[in-house]
């Protein structure tokens, strides 16, 4: 069976994110089974999924729960949509909890497939508002350098990845970005001194990160500047965990100007880093929020875009039709087990484990990593975290990019039974909010067998 489905994914499947050549002459690994933290494949292998695997199944694998709820919804009301003045008990109820758990100036949310469809419904909206508020020149969007908002043209557009922008333009128009508040990379293993981002120096870094876009907004004039959109910790980008004066000036610059906050939450939202979502953790107060990923825990595709009130009313009230909407906004099957998911992650206090035992048990767990030779930073914030790999931490180098450290790192944590990711030579992980504090210490464990073993293997092809 194993070789069949080999043949058949070699010969017909185009894979997202894969050289369709490389992947062709490999082959890849087949995921038969899940449950808990665990993924299971097709040779009988099991392996710790540190990633929820992409960053979603926060609830885990195998929840009898949502998949009754699933069931259920199937049998009830498969499909129908939200057009034409109709509407369906689950896309409302979800509705309703969303607003219920938002921050309190959020109660409207319109459905979508994706994340991606998040972010082309959220940069929609935030230019009719500016226009329904007679001012249709506000139009530019700011968002930043290595950032991730999706795969479709505008997502791809709004994010930040210089190899999506190379391939597929041109780029939607009237967007900009600006450079990221990546600590390590671009202060500390730059010019910076070798300090923790609690030092003054990664202070002020992060405020001269916000200035950056002050400084483009006065550029662009400030009656052309409709929002600017980040994530409230970068995920695709390598689990940047901007310094503590970051946010804070940030929230001051678009204030001064008028500018929409979007806080893209696809990754941070529904408990990541201990809070529902990642604004309330900053304390953002965003105009608008794109979700999607564990709004569901991943179980079945569903996004969608929570709406702040001045935005809400403006469209509601002066807004007439809005011309915009996806067969599958709000699908009643997706929403069903959306609903599910935020009544267990309520209901088991999930969000507050991560906030109160799980994230501080493995930041000190995770802590102990940066001792090893080839880690120059280990950070985390709730359940997210990441290593830095560098070749000599004294001497603040990284490794050689053709040595391609950081794949090497991925492919042992595989063959050791761990699924982290890496992003360059960054290594990170997003496990399922459900992790215990027995799993987190096997992953930690895992992880630092890996890393001796990419360190012996990189220290072999260093001395040839
Ligand atoms: N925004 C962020 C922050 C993301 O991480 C992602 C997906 N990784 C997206 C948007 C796009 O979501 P989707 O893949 O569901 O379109």
Known sequence: MTDELTRLDRAHHLHPFTDFKALGEEGSRIIVHAEGVYIHDSEGRRLLDAMAGLWCVNLGYGREELITAATEQLRELPYYNNFFKSTHAPAVKLAAKLSEIAPAHMNHVFFTGSGSEANDTMLRMARRYWALKGKPEKQW?????????????????????????????????????????????????????LNDAADPSAQAFGRDCAAAIEARILELGEDKVAAFIAEPVQGAGGAIIPPESYWPAVKAVLAKYDILLVVDEVICGFGRLGAWFGSMHYDLAPDLMPIAKGLSSGYLPIGGVLVGDRVADTLIEEGGEFFHGFTYSGHPVCAAVALKNLEILQDERVIERVREDLGPYLASRWATLAEHPIVGEARSLGLIGALELVADKAGRARFDKSLAAGNLCRDICIERGLVMRSVGDTMIISPPLVITHAQIDAMVDLARDALDETARRLSLQIAH
Do not use: C, D, K
């Open 141 to 193: 969007i700011i968002a930043r350098e290595n950032a991730y908002h999706g795969s479709t043209v505008a997502g791809m557009s709004l994010g930040g990845m210089a190899p999506m922008h190379e391939q597929g333009g041109p780029l939607v128009p009237g967007i900009t970005h600006v450079r990221q508040p990546y600590w390590f990379g671009e202060g500390r293993f730059g010019e910076g001194p």
